[in-house]
């Protein structure tokens, strides 16, 4: 069942990407979106002296928008669940970033990238 509704999101990503192009005079810009979903952390190591973190991800895309998932409190295996989009013009991919960070005391101390 899970494997296909993964397939059916592929499928369904694939189509959404074609022929999305927006008209320049003298040039066809082609528009790309690129869907990321943040599922879940496993094993955390906390950043600070704290057996348990309140970890989150940071997403940057090329000097695109950032995002942020919610915080998970207290819990070394979290689970987000959450979707993030992208849309870009740009004729080559640039790195996609991710950083999960500890929040526990607002701190925002970096647990890995």
């Given at each position: 069942?899970?494997?296909?509704?993964?397939r059916?999101?592929?499928?369904?990503?694939?189509?959404?990407?074609?022929?999305?192009?927006?008209?320049?005079?003298?040039?066809v810009?082609?528009?790309?979106t690129?869907?990321?979903?943040i599922i879940?952390?496993?094993?955390?190591?906390?950043?600070?002296v704290?057996?348990?973190?309140?970890p989150?991800?940071?997403?940057?895309?090329?000097?695109?928008?950032?995002?942020?998932?919610?915080?998970?409190?207290?819990?070394?295996?979290?689970?987000?669940?959450?979707?993030?989009?992208?849309?870009?013009?740009?004729?080559?991919?640039?790195?996609?970033?991710?950083?999960?960070?500890?929040?526990?005391?607002?701190?925002?101390?970096?647990?890995?990238?």
């Amino acid at each position: 069942m899970f494997l296909k509704f993964i397939r059916s999101l592929v499928k369904e990503l694939q189509i959404k990407n074609i022929n999305r192009s927006t008209s320049v005079p003298g040039m066809v810009i082609r528009r790309r979106t690129i869907d990321i979903f943040i599922i879940e952390g496993r094993d955390l190591i906390p950043a600070s002296v704290n057996k348990l973190c309140s970890p989150y991800v940071k997403l940057k895309y090329g000097t695109n928008k950032k995002y942020r998932t919610q915080t998970v409190k207290s819990t070394n295996n979290p689970t987000w669940h959450q979707a993030f989009m992208y849309d870009t013009t740009a004729t080559e991919l640039c790195p996609l970033e991710f950083a999960v960070c500890d929040d526990t005391n607002n701190s925002g101390e970096l647990i890995g990238r």
